[in-house]
């Protein structure tokens, strides 16, 4: 048999919730940001490392065109080359660029638990070299190490100049002593795929930029040979970590060999993934792969997406200078005021109930036991 309750009471006890919850709230204990120190720094490590990229390209006899990269950053492209495999978004690409996503890639870090030491392992393309580098800055300041995998293939406006092929650019970071680390191995990625372009150079082109630069070759065969390609980069991955589970696999851009190619592999939830969604296909990419391990995912794509979250401007030309992105809050709330507000919810009904039984009740609402 249940219990009435004046519904009037109900009412305000409800109120009366609302209200501790926003006692709660606004009493929030915040927390300092752990690795604000952290972001600033790579902030600046992922300028610096753009300014090698420029300048090399400048001193490479190759322009930097103010119309396509009025930022002047050097890390945009060209709209077609043979070594060009899908349509890209140059606002996507120009957004990518700004030095904050170093600072928002330190962040997923952090909040998927990586921490100073960790081994991760990392996915390349050419389509957004900006954010490669802000990765291998946010491992630099992090103190990671980092195993990399990347493909030359570079959707349009990445880096899909084949005389300055991202490969390129990694070397040439490393010569600089900006970042310790270069690729694992590459691979052709979605050259195969196109056929090496309009004219049919890419391939070569691709396989140039992959000797040039001292890298050993994956061989893959596109979306022919998915199921075996994926698992030949596992392989690779798990070889240079000796069998250990990585920390986390950060994947940049969306090639077929991280993401698969079915219709789910478009549905994959962009920024950190601390749980991928499980499919069955066997041509499942790497990030599912990686998400039955139990490892942890950060997913860079949809870019303007992630811009909105972290308070990125979209396409700002110049650069917000000496900020950084807002970062979710972060603290705990007071447990005194929480048992508080409780005592003084159960203490109203309590006096309600006492009432009610003496005097009786008008219409009421019926609480179950």
Known sequence: MGKSYDTRALAVLAVFALAVLALLEAARLRQPDPLREEKAVAVALMQRASDAVRDAKLRAGI????RLDPNGTGLIGVEYTDITTTLGSLVAKRTSANPAFAAVVVDMLGRAGVRRGDAVTVGFSGSFPALNIAVLSAAKVLGLHPVVLSSVGASTYGANQPEMTWLDMERILAEEGIFPWRSTA????????????????GIAAGLGAIRRNGVPLIEENGSATLEADVRKRMALY???LGGARPAAFINVGGPAISIGDGLEAHRI????LKKV???RRQERGIIYLMGERGVPVIHLLEIKSIAARYGIPVDASPFPAGTLPAFPVTGRYSSPLAAAGLAAMIAFLALRRKSGAGAGEGPSAVVPD
């Not at 590459?186 to 150079?201: F, K, N, P, Q």
């Not at 939830?269 to 950190?272: A, D, E």
């Open 186 to 201: 590459a691979s052709l990625g979605g050259i195969t795929d196109t056929g090496g372009g309009l004219d049919g150079t």
């Open 63 to 66: 322009p930097v065109d103010r």
């Open 269 to 272: 939830p962009t920024g950190l």
């Open 238 to 240: 798990d070889r240079s």
């Open 277 to 279: 969604p499980r499919v």
